[in-house]
């Protein structure tokens, strides 16, 4: 993946063969991710690469992060249950998504017909980071780390294919994982299970 924020927005993420070739998801909406990535920044968030997307922070929080797929390109929200969403734009990322977290385009003009609106929402976000303010916990059968589900919300393809796996092989990830005593090590592990994932396997499965 790659480590380097520019290269997210001349080349790709780096996670498939596809990475900078013209047949890469990011050539397709290059006009509007960097539309969107304009907006991130004049509200002056952090700009910084995690997952191989361009992600963006305040007061030491994730607040969005920006993907490329071949269908569309969409700004997603972390905490999104905090987002009041009043013009009911914001979008499920699949079916087992607990509420709204992205906002979804299929052209690249859109970035600028909703500008005002996404950046009142980045504002509110920013407010809530600043602030401290969580959304409460929703009980859940399985115990997932935050790194996880952060991940979870930042890659659909990955989130679909994790709810798709069976329980048991649902908790393997979630055992193995909260057994690594840095978030850093937990980050690593997801990156390396993520080709299980993708083939349906648990974490101990070849």
Not at 7 to 16: E, I, L
Not at 76 to 103: C, K, S, W, Y
Not at 104 to 114: G, H, L, N, W, Y
Request: glycine residues 8%; hydrophobic residues 40%; charged residues 25%.
């Amino acid at each position: 993946m790659i480590t380097d924020i520019e290269d997210f927005f001349t080349k790709g993420c780096g996670r498939c063969p596809r990475f900078e070739t013209p047949d890469c998801s990011v050539q397709r909406w290059q006009g509007g991710l960097n539309a969107l990535r304009q907006i991130c920044r004049d509200q002056g968030l952090v700009e910084v690469v995690k997952w191989g997307h361009a992600c963006y922070m305040h007061a030491g929080r994730n607040i969005a992060i920006i993907g490329a797929f071949r269908g569309d390109f969409r700004l997603t929200f972390f905490n999104a249950a905090l987002l009041r969403d009043p013009v009911g734009l914001m979008e499920r990322q699949g079916e087992n998504t607990q509420h709204p977290d992205m906002i979804r385009f299929t052209d690249s003009a859109q970035v600028a017909a909703r500008t005002a609106t996404i950046a009142a929402y980045l504002t509110e976000a920013k407010g809530y980071a600043a602030a401290g303010i969580t959304p409460p916990k929703q009980p859940r059968e399985i115990e997932l780390p935050d790194e996880l589900i952060e991940a979870l919300d930042a890659d659909p393809e990955l989130a679909e294919a994790f709810h798709a796996l069976t329980p048991g092989r649902q908790k393997s990830y979630a055992f193995n994982l909260n057994t690594a005593k840095t978030p850093a090590t937990r980050i690593a592990r997801i990156t390396k299970f993520r080709p299980h994932i993708l083939a349906g396997k648990g974490a101990l499965e070849r």
